[in-house]
């Protein structure tokens, strides 16, 4: 206003004034109501945090879930990043966060469920406790969250992912538990992509390999500080060489890839249903090899078993679609 000297002059610029701040108010509101948002369970590091940040950074506002009000500022310290206080085990924080997200106004474009655990050990020995709480954060987890998410993402056709991993295609020794909770992601994406398709709702898994994250660490320390599975283990040896190699996740690959795959996900019209992402060709020709000898062991014996020639022709009709 000080450029203006006549009184005249200096009402009609403060009408106008009034004018473009509500009319700018009204742009930045159109705007955000534009702005896609995600919701990000697990979000404060690792896969979770490395999604978060190319999410906002490619168009998106991003819902961090956290536990921790240390993490929470951290999140809300990036751009296009809103921290959501979220433990996928409390029905009531879930319910809270609905709530919260509701209020904002702008909807809720998509839901990725990242928030996970590891439990390791042999599956003979190890206690159910420990089975319980794998399932509750890995599998209920997302159980809970999309249930509850579900009538926003509806509304808005949006879409839905897992992180699931080549732990929910192949179980190996001492991975039971974990691979029983990836395996349970498998069987509940495919049920939840069919049943969503109705509402125009896209639903997916990425399907990650050994990346850089915290869970190494974070499963390593649970397995010292409980000793769920004891150093008089019948396995004692293979338990040694776990605590130590869990110790150097932190040192795989960095998770851009998947990343980028939860973005392709979020952005691309036609987005995948599956996407296997591994840091390197040895473990991505493990898992289709894997899923090529469960189809064989699935065909074998069996009364209405299929020549080598009609498996042949069936993966190429499958390769043509």
Do not use: C
Request: aromatic content about 8%; charged content about 20%.
């Amino acid at each position: 206003m000080k450029f203006f000297r006549a009184f005249i002059l200096l009402s009609i610029a403060a009408s106008s004034s009034s004018s473009f701040a509500a009319h700018h108010q009204d742009s930045e509101h159109q705007a955000d109501q534009h702005q896609r948002a995600v919701l990000i369970t697990g979000a404060t590091s690792g896969l979770g945090l490395k999604m978060t940040e190319t999410l906002s950074n490619n168009g998106f506002l991003v819902y961090a879930g956290a536990r921790k009000d240390a993490d929470m500022k951290r999140l809300n310290a990036m751009e296009n990043v809103e921290a959501i206080k979220i433990d996928v085990t409390v029905q009531s924080q879930i319910d809270a966060a609905v709530k919260t997200i509701e209020a904002k106004g702008r909807g809720l474009y998509g839901l990725i469920n990242n928030a996970g655990v590891a439990i390791f050990g042999p599956v003979i020995e190890v206690d159910i406790a420990q089975l319980e709480y794998q399932m509750n954060v890995n599998v209920y987890g997302p159980y809970r969250v999309t249930q509850a998410f579900a009538p926003l993402i509806i509304k808005s056709k949006g879409r839905i992912v897992a992180t699931g991993s080549i732990a929910g295609i192949r179980a190996s020794s001492f991975f039971g538990h974990y691979a029983m909770s990836k395996h349970a992601i498998e069987a509940y994406t495919e049920s939840l992509s069919a049943e969503m398709a109705r509402f125009d709702v896209t639903v997916g898994v990425i399907e990650p390999g050994n990346y850089a994250s915290q869970i190494g660490n974070t499963a390593r320390k649970r397995i010292l500080d409980t000793d769920y599975w004891p150093t008089d283990s019948q396995y004692a040896q293979e338990r040694a060489g776990l605590v130590a190699g869990l110790a150097k996740v932190t040192e795989g690959k960095n998770p851009q890839d998947v990343a980028d795959a939860a973005l392709h996900f979020m952005s691309n019209e036609t987005p995948k249903m599956r996407y296997m992402v591994t840091p390197n060709a040895d473990q991505s020709d493990a898992m289709i090899r894997a899923m090529l000898q469960k189809t064989l062991q699935l065909n074998q014996g069996q009364p209405y078993s299929l020549s080598k020639e009609t498996l042949l022709k069936m993966l190429e009709e499958e390769f043509d679609k």
